[in-house]
């Protein structure tokens, strides 16, 4: 069974730093594109970011480019989210998912982060 | 960026009803689309991709249609479980993977 588990969310301060995590189980992690996908409280769903299966190959949404790096560390079925300069606007849960031929067919249970002073 | 478009806003609907959802695109995805379910407090979950074919597990009352520009998510008879947000998702021409805004399925 596939299982993706974030952890890393909380509460910061506008300009700090979080890194969250994707822990990941039942594939073969290194075979497949991974990404971030993020909620704001209320509204629709956004992508972020993705990794390829390799970590050579990273994509990001103009929204966070240049603030946001993701990784993976396929010796420990694990990917990555490491949030500079945080905003208030980046309030959102974040869902890491697995992607197959484009389509997200597997979706963690997401983690909240919380920007405000 | 392809932009998606979903419509209705929201959809109020009585059980056992059919509820039908569009998507539009704002160029050719030919039937590269998925759709998305979404309850409150959960994870968004997947059940259609390619515009027309059921995930693992989803139940048959729902069904997929369409390519191009124009696509139907068509829930036959609704169940007390399914109402829920959904959301189309392009993969034509990605990145960026772009979702439409979802369309909330109420009771009536």
């Known amino acids: 069974e596939v299982q993706l588990v974030e952890s890393g969310g909380g509460v910061v301060q506008p300009g700090g730093s979080l890194r969250l995590s994707c822990a990941a189980s039942?594939?073969?992690?290194?075979?497949?594109?991974m990404l971030w996908v993020r909620q704001a409280p209320g509204k629709g769903l956004e992508w972020v970011c993705l990794?390829?299966?390799?970590?050579?190959?990273?994509y990001y949404a103009d929204s966070v480019k240049g603030q946001f790096t993701i990784s993976r560390d396929n010796s420990k079925n694990s990917l990555y989210l490491q949030m500079n300069n945080l905003r208030t606007e980046d309030t959102a849960f974040y869902y890491c998912?697995?992607?197959?031929?484009?389509?997200?067919?597997?979706w963690g249970q997401g983690t909240l982060v919380t920007v405000s002073s | 960026e392809i932009v998606m478009t979903q419509s209705p806003a929201t959809l109020s609907v009585s059980p056992g009803e059919r509820a039908t959802l569009s998507c539009r695109a704002s160029?050719?995805?030919?039937?590269?689309l998925a759709w998305y379910q979404q309850k409150p407090g959960q994870a968004p979950r997947l059940l259609i991709y390619?515009?027309?074919t059921r995930a693992t597990g989803i139940p048959a009352r729902f069904s997929g249609s369409g390519s191009g520009t124009e696509f139907t998510l068509t829930i036959s008879s609704l169940q007390s479980e399914d109402f829920a947000v959904y959301y189309c998702?392009?993969?034509?021409?990605?990145?960026?993977?772009?979702f439409g805004g979802g369309t909330k399925v109420e009771i009536k």
């Open positions: 998912a697995k992607e197959t031929q484009g389509r997200l067919d597997h």
């Open positions: 039942g594939f073969t992690f290194d075979d497949y594109v």
């Open positions: 990794i390829s299966g390799d970590g050579g190959s990273t």
């Open positions: 160029q050719s995805v030919s039937s590269n």
């Open positions: 390619g515009a027309s």
């Open positions: 998702q392009q993969y034509n021409i990605w990145p960026p993977l772009t």
